[in-house]
């Protein structure tokens, strides 16, 4: 996989979000299929972007699109940028990758309670959330990087874990906890 590593200053982050996000588009459609914002933690308005290609050809146009230097000039960015093009040589997770479904009693009040960050964001565990249908069902399920299944197992016998689902109306006997092969 090749990536676009841009690191540069911008004089307001807010104002070059909004150029970033309209300039999606022109991301995809050199062949982009994600990317990873960063911000420097002594100074916020210094970012990193990580955009991941399908090909190392899209990656090469699209750092050599003309609009991109027009997109940075309306976002602010107040620095020379630094650019590189790389291609994967390896990516690692540690940890575990497990998938968890489970019922709930109102699929909308689990999509935005926010007692999933508060419990296991602490832990170095992150979730993606997936709803099966709301119109039909009340099965839900998140995909989880964990630090290890310990970590996570510990967490889940805990009485926090048990009054985080409670809030969260989630049925504990309905969980299926699912980890990568």
Do not use: C
Request: no cysteine.
């Amino acid at each position: 996989m090749a990536k676009v590593i841009v690191q540069h200053h911008v004089a307001d982050y807010d104002r070059w979000y909004a150029v970033f996000s309209e300039h999606e588009a022109v991301r995809r459609g050199h062949g982009a299929t994600g990317h990873s914002l960063t911000r420097a933690v002594d100074d916020p308005n210094t970012i990193v972007i990580v955009t991941d290609f399908a090909t190392l050809e899209g990656a090469r146009a699209f750092s050599q699109d003309p609009s991109l230097a027009a997109a940075m000039e309306r976002g602010g960015v107040d620095v020379a940028p630094q650019v590189w093009i790389v291609e994967e040589a390896e990516a690692k997770p540690y940890g575990a990758t497990l998938m968890a479904l489970h019922d709930v009693d109102n699929v909308e009040h689990w999509l935005s309670s926010p007692r999933r960050k508060e419990f296991f964001g602490p832990l170095g565990i992150t979730m993606r959330t997936f709803v099966v249908d709301r119109e039909k069902s009340k099965r839900v399920g998140l995909i989880a990087q964990v630090p290890s299944m310990d970590v996570f197992q510990q967490a889940m016998a805990s009485e926090a874990a048990a009054e985080a689902m409670q809030f969260d109306g989630v049925h504990p006997d309905s969980l299926v906890i699912l980890t990568e092969a």
